[in-house]
């Protein structure tokens, strides 16, 4: 966190200044309630902030235009790894589909470049987790049920917590496996 | 500053909150996904990709998996007619070729005495330059197809192999007048009898040869072994006849005698019946009779190779098992020369060493003559380039070294036999910055087409695409019959009397030392003497009393060439007067898992010669105690009956009801997941276990944490030297492959305070890593002793983890762990079925070591399926538990070893 960068005279820079006159008191150099607003604001920014490298919106794709989740992540019902599509299957559709709007156009960028997108990873088991989308989808369990409205979301993320208590619920619920080897191994 | 107590407790509280709101469990991670998606390619789905194993010469088909885009295991080609799906240690560790840490990473030059890092142009600007000096020498191993053909368009191609049996050759050009390695056809004989050849370790082919035999004794065949050393072929053998060191051709000899009494001369004209009657008339052998009457029973082969064809009765010992086969009829039928092998192209080590001293440019590719004891000849070369995927002693002498890719990342083609067209292609792209050697020859020899793969395509023509998903092409050759035409017996060599013969041996692990890089080879026991990461020397228990040496002590071997120190071995399995030394250790520049480990057996020899046996040495005590070490084990039943084995004929045994419990019986509904293990047809060859490294991220620890006994290898191939606390008279060996059990009754579950170890539906005692504490109480319960914990971070230096399977979890430190029956191979089984809507089928779930297994010993399946092999074969009458006594109720079932008398 840094601390605001004082004027020279002491006081506090024009734009700090007017931002602590509005949301704090105004009054002492230091007020709790203004250094609580830029605290929770810092952090809000570093705990929700996605950054994805491509502003890619699931509310548009899946949401909006109805495209099946299992249209790009196609792995899922063949394999343990849903996986993301690769940069020329977006492209597949981009090169015609609204190819001038400026996050397009930054997709085009990395296709050019003939360079991965970085993606953020949003969903992350741990490594002695071996879960296996193939059987789920199999099963008709739709996507949402672990992953959320995604197709609500303009910018992905987990809505619930996905913990080994999520994974047993569900299959004893169902009569599913609760053998250790099914996903630890 | 002007902040009330309230006030810092207020921004105190906040902050830290905050911060806890900015962690997350994971940090984030960037999911990286292709630009363009292989064709084909899902994600978490394997790969396979057929292609042609060039560990050793034999020239077995693999099929390297790939796991987006990286080889994690190659298993056998099951296609493939050399091996048919199996393979051997060596094998399964080309991926430790592959992403050895120690590979070269870029072009090395010469500069000021030091090899520097350059790049390719300026490498390859020095080589051309050089080249244009006048004809270069290419110096390769056994090559054949593409590469050869650019060798000799380069220069003076020279073949080199240390291993090619020169004096088998010699011999079939004296008797057949042709110099060539015949085709062996074991699964067609029924009694294989074996003058000191190593035919399941090393010899010519040693994968398919192991499967030949296991399929003829299947069928009721007996297998006799006559050497002075009991090798690991020879305590496969029904029946080993110890021999004088060198007297193998005698012995043949006197059975030639017998065979020919007893009417035998099925390929002979009377003349040379005769002549034959008179050279045979000296020779005597005990049992020689008995023996005769068996090779002329049936279909019968008699080989000679190991030892007794490389020390100073070799030529004779080859020639007095060509006449025995000539007079049992097998040559032509079990001996066949239709096809010939790659190994006839190459030059004896006399030819290389006139070849070297030529003084001229000289290329070394896939090849370390250095090593080999040519060193000072490749010192005296005008200019040495060497292309190589590894430094070696070789690379360390040369001018210019170019990195080229290891066999899993190439183009190439490779003809074993004639007839059978292996073809090579990459499974992965390249790990480093290094290059086909086809492409480097090709731009060497301005060759055309320019790329090694349209080079082969060309060559290949039509058969190529079918060749790449087969992994070859194979023939039918036309029949070749071969007529005796020995005008003499060559001499026998005049007895010598040295204080000890040596003999030395190609190791099981590293063959002729090119595979004492890979970590899993070193970490490898030895299946006879469970030695690792080491070299030692096996001195008879009568010679060693003589010396006052003991196991472990440091001995002095002088030979006229050359001496050095190692580790004494006391082994009951030698003759006295007889001393063995495996081959393979002792590399001075091989990378780190090499380098200094043991010694250079080689060095004892004469270089230059075929003499790798009978060399006459002496031995030294240098000092009590040192540091052999040897996997923690016992030498002897103790009467528990680990390894069992019976005569037959004889009395059936017959069993004991299981013990009863007063516990209910286990039910299990779905599947019962069980194992067979038959002891009739493991060799102990070790190729097991290799493949449980390579599939289940078994670490590798090294020679001090093996010594504390701190061995992680999931399956063990234990050998007994008898069934009580003592040496078997007459001396044999029994081996048992042990893994966990996979008890009914698992002593490791019900002691686990964490609900580590549980007991799972299908009857696996599953080990849980995210649950282990690591209190390690399942291990001290374990009769078995089965397994393995992490008493360090496994080490896996880049890019050796490369290799590591992403199915698998890749345990951490103070976790226990086990042989889980390849779960993740199970669940993968059943996904698949589920998949495509049917049952689990038999056959369709394989372990990895049942998978490598080239004599199929391992049968893995579901007892519930009452019709699956795994179901028919615990039924055999031969079928045991280990440690039946205390009730433990196994999954793992072993079936009896048969010694037919």
Known sequence: ?185 | MNTKRRDFLKILGIGAAAGLAGCSTTPPDTLTEYVEAPEGMVRGHALWFRTTCRECPAGCGIQARVREGRVHKVEGNPEHPVNGGGLCARGQAAVQGLYNPDRLRSPLVRDGGQLKPATWDEALTRVKAALGNGRATIVTGAETGAIAELASKLGDHVQFEPLAYEALREANRLSFGTPAIPVLRFAEARTILLFGTDAIETFVSPAGYARGIAEARRAGGRMIYAGSRMSLTAARADQWIATRPGAEGALAMALLRHVLALGGSKQLTPDQRTKLAGWSRPYTAPQAEKLARELLAGPSIAVTGGAASCDENAVFTAVAVNLLNCATGAINTTVRFDRSSALEKTVPRAGLAAALEKNRTLIVAGANPAYHGFAASLRKAQFLVALASWPDETTELAHVVLPVHTPLESWGDYEPWTGVRSLMQPAMRPVFDTRDMGDILIELANAQPRTMREYLAARWKDDFTAALERGGAWSDVPDRKVTLSLAALPNPAPPETPTFRLETYPSLAHFDGRGANRPWLQELPDPVVQAVWDSWIEISPSDAARLGVATGDRVRVQSKHSALETSAYVYPGVEPGAVAMPLGQGHTAFGRYATGVGVNTAALLDHTGERWAGEAVEIRLVRKGGNLVLVPGHNYQEQREIARARVVPGPVEKRQERSISIYPERKYTGHRWAMVVDLDACNGCSACIAACYAENNVPVVGREEVRRGRHMSWIRVERFFGPGSEVAQPFRIDHVLTMCQQCDNAPCEPVCPAYAAVHNAEGLNAQVYNRCVGTRYCSNNCPYKQRRFNWYQAEFPEPLDWQLNPDVTARSKGVMEKCTFCIQRIVAGKDRARREGRAVADGDIVPACAQSCPTRAIIFGDLNDKNSRVARAVRDPRRYSILEELNTRPAVTYLERERRI
């Not at chain 1, 105004?26 to 952090?43: D, E, H, I, N, Q």
């Not at chain 1, 989740?69 to 020329?88: D, K, N, T, Y």
């Open chain 1, 1 to 185: 966190m840094k601390n605001p960068k004082p004027g020279t005279d002491g006081t506090f820079s024009p734009l700090f200044a007017r931002l602590h006159q509005r949301h704090g008191c105004g009054k002492r150099p230091v007020c709790p309630r203004f250094w609580a607003v830029v605290v929770l604001l810092v952090s809000a920014a570093t705990a929700f902030a996605q950054q994805q490298p491509i502003a890619f919106s699931h509310a548009i794709h899946a949401g909006q235009y109805k495209i099946d989740c299992q249209f790009c992540h196609s792995g899922a019902r063949r394999s343990a790894v849903s996986g993301i599509p690769s940069l020329q299957f977006c492209m597949g559709c981009h090169k015609t589909v609204s190819p001038f709007k400026p996050e397009i156009a930054r997709v085009r960028a990395y296709w050019d470049r003939k360079e991965p997108i970085p993606w953020t990873r949003v969903v992350q088991e741990p490594d002695f987790v071996f879960f296996n989308h193939s059987p789920h989808i199999l099963k008709g369990i739709r996507c949402q049920e672990c992953h959320g409205p995604v197709e609500t979301m303009t910018e992905v993320r987990l809505d619930h917590s996905l913990n080994m208590n999520t994974c047993t619920g569900c299959h004893r619920q169902r009569g599913a496996s609760i053998d250790c080897y099914t996903c630890h191994r």
